[in-house]
């Protein structure tokens, strides 16, 4: 008798087990799949979903269609690097020393998205650039001033579960050959990839995107897939049939033009696979660009348009913030829609996880805000202020009013909503709030500058640069007339 009880016992115990193992399965099931696409260095004009007549776009433009348009959108800062913080993070880069391109690293004390989504089911990769840290303890392709063993921190370290990476920008046809190569491969899980690296990179990237997906459908398993794009971030190249489309212009433009659409036929490769998998009606996509358009104006060899927005890369004016950007969200997201609600990259980690509704596990400050309340029509402007910095000059959008500081002090205000362009500078017509913002702005100034000494951790944490905050002291230049006159370098 005690011999069957204890068999009842067991065998109740393994079908508790089993029923608890499908239960789960089924839930993780009923998870959205989310992707995060990210161009390089796209202009907000350079898409057919923002009226550009030149470049051809088609996969975009119809994704596009088929959800939410942005025309508020903003990259969390006005380089590559400082944007990829803010979309895993929802914190502002200055939080944890990413201070510009190539500068500091994600720390693994953060708490970012795929380390999120891990404790709710999901499977995770990342595909593309990654430029949050060295991918090799002794080597980077900023050589040893990047620090390669003091910024070390690769996708692993953030609950990736797969990684095909570089760590900083590669050519966009054949991008393991030429002067970006030098010790910037492709690493695949961490180990250096010699293999199917000829062409077209956005092909060379989603040609490991796309098993990623499979296997995870196939495995009934949500997943969370970053794809961030190298394109069309310089060294600009398209292949030779890409070209061909745009003979009629400028090497120049039809190199750019033609990188574009070879990225966005790998777009239109991924909605493919979607559809033929029979999980597009329940996966997230987000699209946007980490920054403006590179140089300091339109020409043949820089042909990237802001649509007319003021400034471009490296500014923080609208031109260089401002980026093409969509949501298609079945289920939550009306096709065919158009906003011109006030968000950004900040926005991604706080409203996937109020659509989990996943909680922190700490209360550390996160910059960015849920879009899940403007989504589902509850609010039509946004509540929580939009804050940037970059090289001493911050940027406070709060409402319709983007505030601009040279230092500490205000010197320029516009109203996004009546003067897209940033045409008038109203700072005259605000002179009782300058005193109130520029208290707001350095209030939330410290606040990054307590976060980037490790006061938000419960370890242990020693930054690897010093403090570059708008209260931080201003560096003298000593160069000489030679490094004055010299070209600057576009930064990866």
């Known amino acids: 008798m005690r011999n069957i009880f204890r068999i009842k016992q067991k065998t109740t115990f393994v079908l508790s087990l089993l029923f608890f193992v499908g239960v789960t399965s089924v839930f993780a099931q009923n998870k959205p799949n989310i992707i995060l696409i990210m161009a390089d260095d796209l202009g907000y004009g350079d898409v057919g979903f923002n009226g550009n007549k030149l470049i051809m776009t088609p996969s975009m433009d119809k994704m596009a269609a088929s959800g939410m348009k942005f025309t508020n959108f903003y990259s969390g800062g006005p380089v590559c690097s400082p944007t990829r913080g803010t979309v895993l993070t929802g914190r502002h880069y200055f939080r944890y020393g990413v201070f510009s391109a190539n500068i500091g690293h994600m720390p693994k004390q953060e708490i970012v998205l795929p380390e999120i989504l891990k404790q709710e089911g999901y499977t995770t990769g990342h595909f593309g650039k990654w430029h949050l840290g060295t991918l090799h303890k002794e080597k980077s392709p900023k050589g040893p001033k990047r620090k390669p063993l003091e910024n070390y921190s690769p996708p692993s370290f953030h609950s990736y579960d797969e990684s095909f990476v570089t760590e900083s920008a590669v050519g966009t046809w054949n991008p393991t050959i030429g002067g970006r190569y030098h010790n910037n491969p492709y690493y695949y899980n961490g180990i250096e990839e010699t293999k199917n690296l000829e062409g077209d990179d956005s092909r060379v990237i989603m040609d490991r995107v796309i098993p990623f997906i499979e296997s995870a459908a196939k495995n009934k398993q949500p997943f969370l897939s970053v794809i961030w794009f190298h394109t069309p971030h310089e060294p600009v190249i398209a292949g030779p049939d890409y070209k061909k ?38 996966t997230i996509i987000w699209f946007c660009s ?8 339109v020409s043949n060899k820089r042909p990237g348009t802001t649509g007319g927005l003021k400034g471009r890369k490296r500014s923080l004016y609208c031109g260089g913030v401002g980026v093409p950007a969509y949501v298609v969200w079945p289920g939550k997201v009306k096709a065919g829609s158009t906003s011109n609600y006030i968000c950004g990259t900040l926005d991604y980690v706080p409203t996937i996880m109020d659509a989990l509704n996943f909680k922190m596990p700490d209360d550390r400050p996160i910059d960015g805000a849920s879009l899940l309340p403007m989504l589902e029509g509850e609010i039509s402007e946004r509540r929580k202020p939009m804050p940037f910095m970059h090289k001493g000059k911050a940027v406070w959008i709060q409402g319709d009013l983007k505030f601009m500081t040279q230092g500490k002090r205000v010197t320029e205000v516009y109203n996004l909503r009546s003067d897209r362009f940033e045409e008038h500078n109203i700072i005259s017509e605000h002179r009782a709030k300058i005193i109130e913002m520029e208290r707001y702005i350095m209030r939330w100034n410290l606040s990054c500058k307590d976060s980037h000494a490790g006061k938000d951790y419960a370890t242990k944490f020693i930054p690897v640069d010093t403090w570059s905050g708008i209260d931080a002291p201003i560096k003298k230049q000593n160069q000489s007339k030679k490094n004055k006159t010299k070209k600057n370098k576009p930064s990866q």
């Open 245 to 282: 489309k745009y003979s009629e212009y400028s090497v120049g433009k039809q190199n750019y033009y033609g990188a574009i659409t070879a990225m966005d036929d790998q777009i239109g490769r991924l909605q493919s696979t979607l559809e033929k998998l029979n999980i597009d009606e329940n």
């Open 290 to 297: 980490d920054n403006g358009p590179e140089g300091k104006e």
